[in-house]
């Protein structure tokens, strides 16, 4: 029953595509490819001693793991440029931000101004799903100083998209799109 | 609002290269992981330099490093006392243990050519069958034991150690498995220096198992464990476990769990799934060639055909393979010199079969128990050094149309 190649089978298909897309964040697809198989060994290995939320102890090795790779090595803007040359046209939306309506470039933009420590901070609460405290572990960083970096992130990037879209003498309108915010 | 705003911005490009990565590399990622060695420190589970790969027995087999343990009477046959031949027992007294692997005497060598042969021949005259879920009822029997705390906090100094030489060297292959194996054999010393005279009792966990495989993909499996309890050879083995503390030897697991993951059938042969098993070649000739490459392909670099080849029947004889393909492979077994015979024998559930064996280079004996009338598989095991690490029963298998009926 509890068999260890179909526990980790089990892992593998449902977290690979999670750790993958991580992983792409900071490198192309073949590295990328690579490091998640390395990363999955090394889940493998451990098996016994996994704990219990899998996903952020497998982000957190995986993570290390391209530290340590000093060719994919990324300077700040990086993950921001992957961000955006992963979007596609069709993706390049408008939404509103308060009273604001930026687009998808303008976001981009906005998130150019950010630490890359704060992008990734929401980058795992947002797109991961992960609690500060599962999000402190992949970052190596206490909780506290986690949640003081999340905290911050989201008050820069608000500022930032309201620079934006201000910098864009957007109008002030309910907006049509289809990801138009409820709030 | 700015989190939602955040949400959005994930690309989704990201999940389709994602999923493209997923299909492309899934295959091949767990077939590479499976042949690696996995460093389990659970309680129960404890190290083995080299494992068998089996797709319903590893969890057994694992535990089995545990200890080297003594098979006694009429534990592992489920019988009463004395009345079933233990495997153990026959190793060491029967005369295949004396001849070695590859230098069976020309007696038993004969045996278990002709007896494949014939096998070959009852299983062509089965007719195919068909359904919705794959059934396979079977008993496990393993070692179990326990490892004070001690042990367990000395392995994790270890286990910590190695990772620290890990990441300082990097994550070549090559360089992973020597240092995986440096760090067993210090386990494994570990191991021997908490018990230098054996663990202190002997105990078995026998439990049994029933599993549902979807024909279709995507389907429900279900998995549902029974049954499960410890048994101690002798009174004075649980006297001994209970002057211990009676520590806990049988982990809780859950009792029956659907999911529809996609499984392959055979570790050892990954592109082997529910929908293509039953349209694998049925001739000799076309299901060695198969096999021999898919062998080749295998990275273990200890890797010996024989034990593949056992391996993969197990794997066979147990999923809903065609008569064909089941005679193939008994003839491609029957081409092995190193697969003897040990004549006729009782499995635990007391029916009788031909025992075949195989050697391994590191020591490890690899039985099954054939139906000379169905030529079905009853029984498998392995053995460490003449001592017994696992049995399964295969009670029943076969198709049925409703997930949790049998056939």
Partial sequence: MDDPQERFTGLYDRYYRNVLGYVLLR??????????????LVAW??????????????????????????????????????????????????????????????????????????????ILVSWYGLTP?????????????????????????????????????????QTSSRFAEES | MTDRMFARLKPDELDELAEASYRRRRREDLARTFQSTRYATSTRRAFMPRRPMFLLATAAVAAVAAGAVVVSTGVLSGGPAGNTPPVAADSSSAPQST???TG?????????RSFLLAAADTALRETATSGEYWYVRQRTTHPTSHLPEKFWTEARKLQHQEQAEVDKTGAQDDELVAINEK??????????????????????????????????????????????????PSPQDEAKWKEQGSPKLLEDGPKSVDDNLPRPLSISNMDITMQNVGELPKSKKALAGRLRAQFAKLPDPHKEFDLYLWQTTVDLMTAPTTPGTRAATFQILADQPGIISNGEVEDAAGRKGVSLAVKSDDGYEFRLIVNKDTAELLEYSVAEKGEDTVRVTF????????????P
């Fill in chain 1, 27 to 40: 490198v192309e697809q073949g590295v990328a490819e690579d490091v998640c198989s390395e990363t999955f």
């Fill in chain 1, 45 to 122: 290995r451990r098996l016994d001693e996994l704990p219990e939320q899998v996903l952020p102890w497998l982000l957190g090795v995986a993570r290390n793991k391209l530290a340590k790779q000093r060719e994919v090595r990324f300077r700040r803007k990086d993950l921001v440029e992957r961000i955006a040359a992963l979007t596609s046209e069709q993706e390049h939306v408008a939404w509103d931000v308060a009273e604001y309506v930026v687009d998808r470039e303008q976001a981009i933009s906005a998130l150019r101004a950010l630490p890359e420590k704060d992008v990734e901070a929401m």
């Fill in chain 1, 133 to 173: 405290d599962q999000a402190a572990t992949v970052m190596g960083c206490s909780a506290r100083a986690f949640n003081v970096r999340l905290h911050r992130a989201r008050k820069r990037l608000h500022g930032r998209l309201r620079q934006e879209a201000g910098a864009a003498q957007r109008p002030v309108r």
């Fill in chain 2, 99 to 101: 001849t070695g692997g």
């Fill in chain 2, 104 to 112: 069976a005497s020309p007696a038993t060598r004969m045996d278990a």
């Fill in chain 2, 183 to 232: 760090y067993n054999k210090k386990l494994e010393q570990l191991r021997k220096s908490i018990y230098p005279d054996g663990p202190p009792y002997k105990a078995y966990v026998v439990e049994s198992e029933e599993r549902w495989r979807p024909k279709r993909m995507g389907g429900t499996h279900r998995a549902k464990s029974e049954d499960r309890k410890v048994v101690f």
């Fill in chain 2, 395 to 406: 009670e029943e298998f076969g198709w049925t149309d409703k997930l949790g009926r049998r």
